[in-house]
Every structure is written in structure tokens, then in C-alpha cells.
């Protein structure tokens, strides 16, 4: 019974010791340079996000939050590498939606999204977007659907890059409506926008902020936000929803994430601070102007989105066929 005793003594210490520690790092946190790594080339969507947390987030801590952009296999490169890292709060990770897609579509890939990451919080989201040429005679999505539907294979569509939100929103518009129309892969958002300003591929599906301008001018036509409610950037824009296509909704997500096994109060201290960027006007502002929506989630509740996107893409994908190595 002694011995039970004295046990018990020293696990409830232990558990104290491990607490404080942990008190104790989150009061000094941070101390030094802290490293986020972006998946992907200098000047898309999510480095742009990225860097808009890394500086407001370098104010607040009073350390600098520094980006380092490691494109390669899709994304891949970069969120393998930030597992590997030691769980200290000194690495964390911007992600997209690829990297809740990308284990679907990969036949061999080195991370799990749930396994091998703590959520932190959705950052923004931007709704993927429907345009055409304006040649293109329908007006609305379902007009769409019924001029591709009367013309089989005549019509083909561009998409930014294999595997992405608006690459699989416009694989999904072909299998809700069983439509007979040709994917066109691009290496990025604006060739697609280009592609089909040139009337190459008379449709595309790409996320909102690289086809803001292009829409406004009229080099291109808007047909829908694939989204439940319209955007302050383009507010004449109707939803998916408003022109009688419903269930189409996708977002482009950009989000923090950190290595599994950092401290609670790390993860805490970061979710926090996004927030209260999240509630700033000015940062609103010049997030509703690139055609973003401002998201601050909590931990659990970006825990619970990329589990419900991986299951909803992943049909998508193997309905699809797509496959990368």
C-alpha cells in the first residue's frame, strides 16, 4: 500500500512538473525566429495568406515569423518536411487544400493530414468560381449544363492544377450531371484565366482571387460563385445555389498547422492571434479585396473540416480516376 502510495505521489508530481513546463514555455514562447514553411511557389494564394499571417503574427509575438517557400510534388515536399520537424512551435506549416486532398490522389505519399499534424485554424477561404468566354451563350450554370449536354464533347474546361479545389469542383459539375466535357490541366490560375480569355477552353473553374480582375473587366464572364452566399468583391455574382445548381460549393482553404505532439498551449497561443487578425477591418478589408473570406476556426473545428474534405474528395477523385506518382 505504501508503495502505491508513493507512486501515486510521483505521477501527480510528474503530471505538475509536465504542466508547469509546458506554463513555462508558452510564457517565453516565442524566443526566437519562427520558420513557416509554404508548400508552393512565391505569389499564389497560399503564399500570399502566409504571408499575411507571418508579418501580423511577427508584430504580435514580437519575433519574426519568417516564410520559406518549398514548392515540389504538388505540395508534398514542403509538408513532409515540416513533419519531420521537431514539435516545438518554431516550425509550422500553411497549408492548402491540397494537403487534404493530395493523400487520395497519390499512390505513395509521406504524411497523414490527421496522424501527423495539430490544426491551429482555418485562415481564410476562397470560394472556387465558374467563368466562360463570352462568346459562350449561356448566361447561368444550369444554361451551362444544358449547352454542354446538347454538344457532346464539344466543350472543355481549364482548371489550375491536377488535384486541386477548382479542378475537382469542375470534375464534380461532370459527374452531378453525367456531362461529356474535356478537362484541360494548367500549371497555375492565370494560365487557365489566359486560356480561356483567348476562348482556348470556353470554360475554367479556378479559385476566386486570380479571376477577380479579368470578371470585372469583361475579358471574361462570371457565371457563379460556387459558394452558399455571394462575395463582397463581386456582390452580382450569383451563387451555385441562386442559379438552381445546389451541392456544388468548394473552397480553396489556406490554414495553419503545426507538427504533431506540440505543446497545447503553443497551438493556443497561435490560434489566439489569428483571431484577433481575423477580426481586424483592415485586415477584412484587404482579405474581401483579393477575394478571400476571413476564417479564424478553432483547433477542433479545423480538425473536423479536413476530415469532412477528405472524405467529400476523395469520392470525387476516385470517381474520377485521378491518379499521381
Known amino acids: 500500500m505504501t508503495a502505491m502510495i508513493a507512486w501515486w505521489r510521483a505521477a501527480v508530481l510528474c503530471a505538475g512538473l509536465v504542466a508547469a513546463s509546458s506554463c513555462f514555455a508558452a510564457d517565453v514562447y516565442p524566443d526566437h525566429k519562427i520558420r513557416m514553411i509554404v508548400p508552393f511557389s512565391a505569389g499564389g494564394p497560399t503564399d500570399v495568406i ?12 514580437g519575433q519574426q515569423v519568417y516564410v520559406e517557400d518549398l514548392p515540389g510534388a504538388g505540395g508534398n515536399l514542403g509538408v513532409e518536411t515540416a513533419k519531420r520537424a521537431e514539435p516545438d512551435g518554431y516550425t509550422v506549416l500553411t497549408v492548402s487544400t491540397g494537403f487534404i486532398i493530395n493523400p487520395s490522389m497519390y499512390t505513395t505519399i509521406g504524411y497523414d493530414p490527421v496522424k501527423d499534424f495539430a490544426p491551429v485554424s482555418l485562415v481564410a477561404a476562397s470560394p472556387n468560381v465558374v467563368m466562360v468566354h463570352p462568346s459562350v451563350p449561356a448566361k447561368t450554370l444550369s444554361e451551362l449544363v444544358d449547352l454542354i449536354r446538347a454538344n457532346p464533347g464539344h466543350y472543355s474546361f481549364a482548371q489550375p492544377a491536377t488535384g486541386s479545389t477548382p479542378h475537382l469542383a469542375g470534375e464534380l459539375f461532370k459527374q452531378k450531371f453525367r456531362l461529356d466535357m474535356v478537362m484541360v490541366p494548367f500549371t497555375g490560375a492565370a494560365l487557365a484565366v489566359n486560356s480561356t480569355m483567348g476562348g482556348h477552353t470556353p470554360i475554367a473553374f479556378t479559385a476566386l482571387p486570380p479571376a477577380i ?3 470585372k473587366d469583361g475579358t471574361v464572364r462570371g457565371i457563379a460563385i460556387l459558394a452558399k452566399q455571394r462575395v463582397v468583391s463581386l456582390p452580382d455574382l450569383p451563387t451555385s445555389d441562386e442559379e438552381g445548381v445546389p451541392d456544388l ?6 490554414g495553419i498547422v503545426v507538427p504533431a505532439g506540440t505543446p497545447q498551449v503553443i497551438v493556443d497561443k497561435w490560434h489566439a492571434a489569428i483571431v484577433k487578425m481575423a477580426a481586424d477591418p483592415a485586415m477584412k478589408a ?3 479585396a483579393l477575394g478571400f473570406i476571413p476564417v479564424a476556426s ?3 473545428e479545423f480538425s473536423g473540416r479536413i476530415k469532412s474534405e477528405m472524405t467529400r474528395w476523395d469520392a470525387v477523385v476516385k470517381a474520377a480516376g485521378i491518379h499521381m506518382d
Open 50 to 61: 502566409g504571408r499575411l499571417v507571418a508579418e501580423q503574427l511577427s508584430a504580435a509575438f
Open 213 to 215: 480582375g479579368n470578371i
Open 249 to 254: 460549393e468548394s473552397d480553396t482553404l489556406t
Open 286 to 288: 484587404k482579405l474581401d
Open 298 to 300: 478553432s483547433p477542433a
